[in-house]
């Protein structure tokens, strides 16, 4: 057994506590090597109210001090009461009797108090993580939507969802994962809309997992999925609180941990991908206009390099002869093939994304643009690329920033290298072959037993949420693709 | 995880039922026909209608009738397990015929329209690794693709109708019988296998969601593309003069190549041929799968998918054989279908005089 | 290792491409192909115009000092084979997809050899079938040779234009390939092609706005090549040439074009001094009453409904406010259009034996089989000995946005 949660640790073989509270003591300092550890502290105090010694085990970087001076140390050396439950004022305080549960509370930043005498130990909750606080999201930005973005605290996180939906049967469930670091992973769903069978999925594969350590959802996404090399992602990363709690609603399951700032949706479909969540926020028109735009710019992004190169090596026929004896014009003093040139640019191009992604932050906006600006305007003057291909490619970066979702954009960025070698193979035979394949394979895809294409095909009692979206008034039902227990959502 | 229902629905088998049917507006099959039809050869699918659709409901009502039974499982229950068997089997050569001299005539028409320099068995190959691919992926995969490109495909078909009617002339369907009545109704009725497809989609009747929305789906798009197909051949009709139709091999990519959008985009061919392709994988995809299905039916292969690679190979060597395009269609494909007719006409008739014998339909 | 054999090869797959893959710049691009007539029987004289890339594009620097239109003349037997020798002077392969118009000469449009070599080409998708055809006076190559537009410099837009404004103003018919055939191979009626010339008639005839044929409109300054009047072709032979008034009014008795309204000028019945300029439209399809008999000549009844818009009454004749003239000009401008109309019937039924109408359509519903519609013989045996009655119906008569003309006398005083 490698998974050991929290509810199961029980059956396990333990070590128990002795009533020598020596005895406990070295132990414990052994097994936090406490002569090395040096933010592991140890406070022996006399209570007041039994007259006995009484030991603190805590890591001093990881809680607050303020509150253990407050609600424990002071308490227990002034006042007096028939238990020491009963004297400690803080909320939470847990009954531990063996030292796996106790090295856990210690790791999670639990007070952790031995008494003399006695077999059982307490601990109580002071932990104080450091973490950001709560900033406007960084990736997924908009213009008419709620500016709040989860931050690197899973309870901050918690709370920005429930602030969101306030509603009894929303649980936040909590599943260590990790043999040797355990972290809880959160499976916040609505209880009675979420549909079973997915959540008996994800909570098996949570339970298999078996490593040393996840250490936040970004991992997660790869250690649940189902097919590692598959171009397109079976999970939803989002960083916007108000898009998760509408998943929800909506009966999904979101994925949290601690130390992320963000959540994994699941299951998920092309169009969680394709959809922001400012559609939803602007009225029906405009809503459904920066859809079309969105899908021109998929669409333009993915195959408009790949018809270029089709098109001039293979279909020169259909080019209209003004725009045929320009490009002709332009190419007629450059040395590359087609192909080339648009390689080469759509390289030079994906350099300048990523460098720009890693350049120290006051150098980036230059960089960008003058590399931008640079490689395309000299490259032209140099005869290497003829300028259309320069509109050409630039066109296609740009639709691509228009996929705001990170796993799409990548899908995206690597499909088109894939289209533009089908359309230098043989035209648009190989091009229109390869375009069918693709979405084909989407067709094929299920993410946790969910078709990627879904509701389009095959087709589902839902509001039909695919390309454009309905009058919000009219969306009666839930997504009917992922089978919520509640599927009537109004009327 | 949903494993127990299908995802196919009604609308995937409506999807499927045109692109099999619809491809042939766009191949050659029209100008088999206006060998003799001429300028009245709109008339003609009318008349292969009127000559198939009794056996095609026939076939039908048998398969509501014996329930959760596809074709092949249907052939052996009425016939016996050896007789079933053999028109099970006869069933698949004449299919996997018809795709073969098919393949060879798409390969032509693209290698003659779009890739002239190209060697014929290179074009064939790739088209037939494409379907292959997408063959692989399975029937709901090929149906979902199949709805979600109908509109697609469907759409671009409208844009040339719509262009192509300004250059039409009504007037050319007169004479209205063109070389007369007989010689119509003769070849119309010789020509029936042209709706062949209706039989080999029943293959997937056990597949569907529900065997009520694969009927109606079938049907209706049956419908769809009979009425889609007779509105295009009078377009070829009064497109080209009476005198003109028959020299034309392949008229729908004349009136791609004819047609144009204002005076800057004149040559728009290849954009109705990506559309074009798209239908044509789809469809070979369907019948690779289906013909590896019926095989596979038939020798009892529970997993039959591995064979659709061998089939596709097959395929492509199978279409090399005819020398030249001509000849495939003028000479194969014609008298081939003149011959497989009588066949499909025949065989849900014989299936339910045995079953009404047996005393199978009064249950 | 295998991996990286496989990569390297998939790599190598966009650097060489396939078969039929070409670069663009690795093409010349022929926008107008003339046809000339050899002294031997089978052998043309075949003219390849090509446009040159460089020339009006504002993308590349240099090259500026280059013709914008390469023109090369050579014989061959085919059109297509001959594209392969036109490379020993031309540097790049040609391609004809964006080919516009076929010019062939008068002489070999005249001598019936055009259509063996245009049905070869029509075998090809090369060419297509939106390709108008040109029938010039003079040689083709000396056509395509002389035609040096001054605004239009590039061949391809020079070409577009022209053709397109003069079909619109019903001077020459649409002639595109696909027609030539559809009709040609009817074996009924007569194909019309458009009629050029860059040569000039000596004698200028004096005449009214169209009622020339190319070269003889007397017009100064501009490009010698005029676009007037079209080629009577008959079984895919010429036969005649009509004047750009015939053709407009050919295209006006045939549906099958497109028409749009056009300025013309007409007699003014109270003035013959002076000519009333006036927009002729013809707003629906024209009406053709058709009875056929066997044995007997067939009635044709044709009813061409129109409309006309005066522009300009330079008699200064009140037209518009006085009832009497008004009704006097309506009966007036259908009766002379009729006339016209009347005088080409005429002609066509008598020299040629063969319309140029199109109307073979509409007796073909008389009969059911195609056989019967043969044996009956549209052109020797129903248009020639046809009574063909023409009916010009004036709908709406309207007068411009001035209510009145200016009267000169009061002007001048």
């Known amino acids: ?491 | 995880m949903f494993k127990k229902e299908s995802r196919l629905r009604s609308r995937e088998a409506f999807a499927m039922i045109i692109l099999m049917i619809g491809v042939k507006i766009s191949n050659t099959t029209p100008s088999l026909f206006a060998q003799t039809g001429a300028n009245a050869m709109w008339l003609m699918p009318s008349i292969s209608l009127v000559v198939i659709l009794p056996s095609v409901l026939l076939l039908y009502y048998l398969l509501k009738k014996y329930e959760d039974k596809n074709l092949v499982e249907l052939l052996e229950d009425v016939l016996g397990s050896h007789i079933g068997k053999v028109i099970a089997f006869l069933l698949f050569l004449i299919f996997f015929v018809l795709m073969a001299i098919e393949g060879r005539s798409y390969t032509e028409q693209l290698k003659l329209l779009y890739f002239p320099d190209s060697p014929t068995p290179f074009v064939f190959f790739i088209l037939f690794a494409i379907a292959f691919y997408g063959a692989k992926r399975g029937l709901e995969t090929i149906g979902s693709a199949s709805y979600i490109f109908l509109f697609y495909i469907k759409a671009s078909v409208l844009l040339l109708a719509v262009l192509i009617f300004r250059e039409t002339i009504t007037d050319r369907i007169f004479p209205i019988f063109g070389n007369g009545l007989k010689p119509l109704v003769i070849e119309g009725a010789k020509k029936a296998s042209i709706f062949s497809d209706v039989f080999l989609l029943t293959m997937a009747y056990t597949s569907f969601d529900s065997s009520k929305k694969f009927r109606l789906g079938v049907l209706s798009g049956f419908a769809f593309v009979f009425i889609e197909m007779t509105f295009f051949f009078f377009l070829y009709c009064t497109t080209f003069d009476y005198n003109s139709i028959d020299k034309v091999a392949f008229p729908f990519h004349e009136l791609t190549q004819y047609v144009d959008m204002g005076d800057f985009f004149t040559n728009i061919e290849t954009f109705f041929m990506i559309f074009w392709l798209f239908a044509a994988f789809i469809k070979y995809m369907i019948y690779l799968y289906f013909i590896s299905w019926i095989f596979g039916a038939v020798f009892n292969i529970k997993e039959f998918e591995p064979l659709i690679l061998p089939f596709a190979f097959f395929g492509i060597v199978a279409g090399m054989v005819p020398e030249n395009a001509v000849i495939n269609e003028l000479v194969f494909k014609s008298s081939f279908m003149n011959m497989i007719t009588p066949f499909f006409v025949g065989f849900p008739v014989l299936l339910w005089l045995v079953a009404k014998i047996k005393g199978d339909l009064r249950r | 290792m295998r991996k990286r054999i496989w990569l390297l090869i998939l790599f190598l797959v966009p650097l060489t491409g396939c078969y039929d893959q070409i670069e663009v710049e690795q093409q010349t691009y022929v926008i107008a192909i003339g046809i000339d007539k050899t002294d031997v029987e089978g052998k043309f004289r075949i003219t390849f115009q090509a446009a040159n890339p460089e020339v009006g594009s504002t993308i590349s620097s240099g090259g500026s000092q280059e013709e914008p239109r390469e023109t090369v003349t050579l014989v061959g037997n085919d059109l297509i084979a001959t594209k392969d020798t036109a490379n020993s002077v031309m540097t790049k392969q040609i391609a004809l997809d964006h080919t516009k118009v076929v010019v062939v000469s008068e002489e070999l449009a005249r001598s019936g050899e055009f259509l063996r070599l245009i049905q070869a080409a029509a075998r090809t998708t090369e060419l297509r079938r939106s390709v108008q055809i040109i029938v010039s006076k003079e040689n083709a190559s000396d056509f395509l040779k002389n035609n040096q537009p001054l605004l239009e410099t590039r061949p391809h837009k020079y070409y577009q234009y022209m053709l397109s404004r003069a079909t619109e103003t019903g001077i020459i018919p649409e002639a595109d390939i696909h027609r030539f055939f559809q009709i040609t191979e009817g074996d009924a009626d007569a194909f019309l092609a458009i009629y050029a010339t860059t040569q000039h008639a000596e004698e200028k005839i004096e005449g009214n706005e169209d009622q020339y044929i190319a070269g003889q409109i007397p017009i100064e300054g501009g490009n010698p090549t005029q676009f007037m009047g079209s080629a009577v072709f008959k079984e895919g032979k010429m036969i005649d040439v009509l004047s750009g008034q015939e053709t407009r009014i050919a295209n006006i008795l045939d549906d099958t074009m497109e028409m749009e309204a056009l300025y013309s000028t007409y007699p003014d019945p109270k003035n013959k001094k002076y000519r009333i300029a006036a927009n002729f439209t013809k707003d629906r399809p024209i009406d053709v009453e058709i009875d056929y008999q066997k044995d007997q000549p067939t009635k044709i009844n044709i009813t061409v409904p129109f409309s006309i818009e005066v522009i300009g009454i330079p008699s200064l004749v009140d037209y518009s406010q006085n009832g009497e003239n008004r009704s006097l000009l309506e009966a007036y401008i259908p009766k002379f259009a009729e006339e016209e109309a009347n005088n080409l019937i005429k002609k066509t039924q008598e020299e040629y034996k063969t319309d140029v109408f199109y109307w073979s359509l509409y007796i073909r519903k008389y009969f059911s089989t195609i056989e019967e519609y043969e044996k009956a013989d549209w052109n020797h045996n129903i248009y020639p000995n046809a009574e063909i009655n023409v009916d010009f119906k004036l709908k709406q008569l309207y007068f411009g946005k001035m209510i009145d003309d200016s009267n000169i006398g009061e002007v001048r005083d």
């Open chain 1, 1 to 491: 057994m490698f998974f050991k949660g929290k509810k199961n640790a029980e059956a396990n073989k333990q070590v128990p506590l002795s009533r020598n509270l020596e005895k406990n003591t070295t132990h414990l300092k052994q097994l936090f090597s406490s002569e090395l550890n040096k933010d592991f502290s140890t406070r022996e105090i006399t209570a007041r109210y039994s007259n006995k010694r009484i030991k603190l085990f805590f890591y001093s970087s990881i809680v607050n001090s303020t509150k253990i001076h407050e609600g424990i140390i002071r308490p227990l050396l002034e006042a007096k009461g028939e238990n020491l439950p009963s004297i400690i004022t803080l909320e939470a305080i847990k009954e531990l009797t063996d030292f796996d549960s106790i090295i856990d509370d210690i790791n999670s930043g639990n007070v952790v108090l031995l008494l003399e005498d006695s077999k059982t130990a307490y601990s109580v909750n002071v932990a104080d993580f450091k973490h950001r606080g709560i900033e406007k999201p960084e990736n997924e930005n908009a213009v008419k939507a709620p500016k709040e973005a989860f931050t690197e605290s899973l309870n901050v996180n918690i709370s920005l969802v429930r602030k969101r939906f306030h509603d009894k049967q929303l649980i936040a469930e909590a599943k260590p994962v990790g043999n040797r670091s355990k972290l809880d992973v959160t499976i916040m769903y609505v209880k009675d809309v979420v549909n079973n069978e997915i959540l008996e999925n994800v909570r098996e594969r949570l339970d298999q997992l078996s490593v040393d350590n996840v250490r936040n959802i970004e991992s997660l996404e790869q250690y649940i999925e189902e097919r590692p090399y598959s171009i397109v992602s079976s999970l939803l990363y989002t960083e916007r609180p108000d898009r998760a709690a509408s998943y929800l609603e909506d009966g999904y399951i979101v994925l949290m941990m601690e130390n992320s700032s963000a959540c994994l949706v699941l299951p998920v479909t092309f169009w969680s991908f394709f959809h922001s969540e400012e559609d939803r926020y602007l009225r029906f028109l405009f809503g459904n206009f920066s859809r079309i735009i969105r899908l021109l710019a998929f669409l333009i992004s993915l195959l408009v390099s790949g018809v270029y190169v089709a098109v001039t090596n293979y279909h020169s026929e259909m080019i209209p002869p003004d725009l045929l004896l320009a490009i002709v014009s332009a190419r007629e003093r450059v040395p590359f093939p087609v192909v080339f040139e648009v390689l080469l640019m759509e390289i030079s191009f994906e350099l300048i994304r990523e460098a720009g992604l890693r350049i120290p932050n006051p150098l980036g906006p230059t960089i960008g643009i003058v590399g931008a600006l640079i490689i395309g305007q000299a490259a032209v003057e140099a005869n290497i690329v003829s300028p259309i291909v320069v509109i050409v490619v630039a066109l296609s970066g740009l639709s691509s920033f228009a996929v705001a979702n990170i796993s799409m954009n990548f899908t995206i960025r690597i499909t088109r290298f894939l289209f533009i070698f089908a359309a230098s193979f043989f035209g648009m035979l190989s091009l229109t072959g390869a375009f069918l394949l693709w979405v084909m394979y989407l067709a094929s895809l299920r993410s946790f037993g969910v078709p990627f294409l879904a509701p389009l095909s095959p087709s589902y009692k839902s509001t039909n949420d695919t390309v454009f979206r309905k009058i919000i008034k009219n969306e009666y039902f839930r997504p009917g693709q992922i089978k919520p227990k509640d599927l009537r959502k109004k009327g």
